[in-house]
């Protein structure tokens, strides 16, 4: 790895661009900083779930590394060229879904966002994922990126959904089903 920020701040940014891994330079709202920008956020959403106590192994290791692939992600993201995440990665959290929707009764309704506080979180990481995946599409339209990355990402919405579902069961919960009729005259 590079050299260190022994400052964090160094007005490099302060015309509205940012500096790339590679060292050239894009404006801050470009779409390669949107689309590492908002696989951070995800990073950050799922930091917010794993601070809730309801959230037990396996989920919260696997969120931990999850975590992780995120950072790589946003490394590919940040330097143009370069590719850690594969196939490995994508199938790894296909076990994990698997692992958890096995123990899950079949849906047979849309579940709403809620449950008790870890649930609620993960619907909202699930979320930002899903902006992230358009973040990266978006860029992969422009510029060629590893397209592991991107399937790694749809795959962590279907990830999080599911657990999202495991934790709301947490501590004797239920998720909230959608009931449209409970609200009509």
Known sequence: MGNRLSK?????????????GDGSRVDKDSLRVEAYGTTDELNSVIGMVLSEATVTEP????LLEIQHDLFDIGAELCVPGH??????????LEQHIDA??????YLKEFILPGGNRA???CH????????SERRVLSLSKAEPINEWGLKYLNRLSDFLF?????????DGGEEVMWNRKRFES
């Not at 590719?83 to 790894?92: L, M, P, Y």
């Open 83 to 92: 590719k850690v995440i594969t196939e490995a990665f994508v199938q790894r």
């Open 119 to 121: 649930a609620t979180t």
């Open 162 to 170: 599911v657990a999202a579902r495991v934790l709301a069961r947490a």
């Open 8 to 20: 964090i701040y160094t007005r490099t940014g302060d015309k509205g661009t940012t500096g790339l």
């Open 100 to 105: 958890m929707n096995s123990e899950l009764p």
């Open 59 to 62: 989920v919260q290791g696997w």
């Open 124 to 131: 909202l990481a699930r979320t930002v994922c899903r902006r």
